[in-house]
């Protein structure tokens, strides 16, 4: 369970160019609870994922995971139970290693390391197998250097490592906006498999309104440093021009980015 109270993140503190980014979030999620989150330009979105995954100092609040104050820990000692991927597709793999040698990196995150690297044979063959659940062929690339696979293959790659051992919590930041529409939807249906097989809780920032509404249980809806609303079941009655008109009610508007999504 994720329990955020009364969070607060302040950005050039005492300048003329102090900026609240967040203002007072509030945020409860249950275990397994998969979350999309929309908003405008400077919502907070990606302010929130890096203030959870500690990315950024916060100015004030809590940030419990699983009944542990995590507000002030470490970046590095989050990663150990938080997987996050961003919307480059480069980020969170080491494009010449191995597509093995890249899964045992993440494979052995949070453990006691071994004297001197190398894949095990039993470790090969779990991550054969958990290739061949991406339905990429990669599970007869494993020796093929990373940065020779395609965007998608790259993602989705990194979706693997980041849920290889299961983690508390899952953060996507816009993880398919990089990718063309057809590669991005397989990727989001990997992403639902993924994250439902494995009852991971997760926040997921998306930029396309119909994969806020169509995925996950529940949707976030940010403004100004603050959350508008949390949908859950009306969701499925909803469609994009309601939206539009959540967000007028609340005066503000979104981008041509998401209009045309």
């Given at each position: 369970m994720l329990s955020i109270k009364d969070l607060r993140v302040v950005f050039n503190k005492g300048t003329n160019n102090e900026k609240v980014a967040l203002d007072g979030i509030d945020l409860e999620l249950s275990?397994?609870?998969?979350?999309?989150?929309?908003?405008?330009?400077?919502?907070?979105?990606?302010?929130?994922?890096?203030?959870?995954?500690?990315?950024?100092?916060?100015?004030?609040?809590?940030?419990?995971?699983?009944?542990v104050d995590i507000s002030y820990m470490k970046e590095y000692k989050r990663a150990r139970f938080?997987?996050?991927?961003?919307?480059?597709?480069l980020k969170g793999t080491a494009p010449h290693?191995?597509?093995?040698?890249?899964?045992?990196?993440?494979?052995?995150?949070?453990?006691?390391?071994?004297?001197?690297?190398?894949?095990?044979?039993?470790?090969?063959?779990?991550f054969k197998s958990a290739c061949a659940g991406l339905n990429l062929g990669l599970e007869h690339r494993l020796k093929s250097e990373v940065g020779l696979l395609s965007g998608g293959q790259r993602q989705a790659l990194t979706l693997l490592m980041a849920t290889l051992e299961v983690p508390e919590l899952l953060l996507l930041d816009e993880h398919t906006a990089a990718l063309d529409p057809k590669t991005s939807e397989q990727i989001m249906k990997i992403t639902r498999e993924i994250v439902e097989s494995n009852?991971?809780?997760?926040?997921?920032?998306?930029?396309?309104?119909?994969?806020?509404?169509?995925?996950?249980?529940?949707?976030?809806?940010?403004?100004?440093?603050?959350?508008?609303?949390?949908?859950?079941?009306?969701?499925?009655?909803?469609?994009?021009?309601?939206?539009?008109?959540?967000?007028?009610?609340?005066?503000?508007?979104?981008?041509?980015?998401?209009?045309?999504?």
């Open positions: 275990d397994g609870d998969f979350v999309t989150v929309i908003g405008s330009n400077g919502a907070g979105k990606s302010t929130l994922l890096n203030a959870i995954a500690g990315n950024i100092e916060i100015e004030s609040g809590s940030i419990i995971n699983n009944g938080i997987g996050r991927l961003y919307q480059d597709p290693m191995t597509i093995e040698e890249n899964l045992g990196l993440a494979y052995s995150r949070g453990k006691r390391l071994r004297f001197g690297f190398g894949v095990r044979k039993s470790d090969r063959q779990f009852k991971i809780t997760t926040l997921m920032i998306t930029h396309n309104i119909q994969n806020a509404l169509e995925y996950g249980n529940k949707t976030l809806v940010m403004s100004g440093g603050r959350i508008l609303t949390i949908l859950g079941e009306e969701r499925k009655n909803m469609d994009i021009s309601d939206i539009m008109k959540l967000y007028a009610a609340n005066h503000d508007s979104l981008s041509d980015k998401f209009i045309l999504s």
